[in-house]
């Protein structure tokens, strides 16, 4: 089984670029930049995220490029793919990408554009409410809730 769910924010904006073919195909890449557990192990100024490069075509890989800017929380799913090609200089390279089958905004329209820091950005139609989320990443947590209520 291939299956990869991430959850992070984009590293940079999303670049959309179109193949040559008789019908244009749009393909989009990014980087989502996932946060690292917490470890007691960790060693002062090493990295606290991993960049993970993404893949995505056709409509979902344009509606990336056009809903979504460096900073925003996005889910995506996909499968990993290793691809290899031989550079310039003629040297086999290799590269790791998550291709992307489907993707989640993360969060309200009012919090992308305030991470952003585009106050007329417009995007698709949310279906979350324009309300601040908790900080819990997109889950929300039942105070009335009592430990004996749970399933498990």
């Known amino acids: 089984m291939n299956k990869v769910i991430l959850l992070g924010r984009l590293a940079r904006d999303p670049e959309v670029r179109y193949t040559q073919a ?7 890449r990014f980087s989502v930049a996932v946060d690292r557990p ?6 002062e100024g090493e990295p606290t995220a991993d960049f993970i490069n993404c893949v995505c075509f056709g409509k979902r890989g344009e509606s990336i490029g056009q809903y979504f800017r460096k900073g925003n929380r996005i889910a ?14 003629g040297n086999k390279r290799y590269s790791t990408d998550v291709i992307v089958e489907d993707f989640e905004f993360c969060e309200s329209k009012a919090e992308r554009e305030a991470s952003s820091g585009m106050g007329g950005f417009n995007s698709a139609p949310s279906t979350q409410t324009s309300s601040p989320a908790p900080s819990t990443a997109g889950f929300s947590i039942d105070s009335d809730a009592e430990d004996e209520d749970l399933p498990f």
Do not use: I
């Open 22 to 28: 008789a019908e244009p195909l749009a393909v989009c």
């Open 38 to 43: 917490f470890s007691r192990n960790r060693q």
């Open 76 to 89: 995506v799913t996909g499968r990993m793919q290793v691809s290899s090609y031989n550079d310039q200089q």
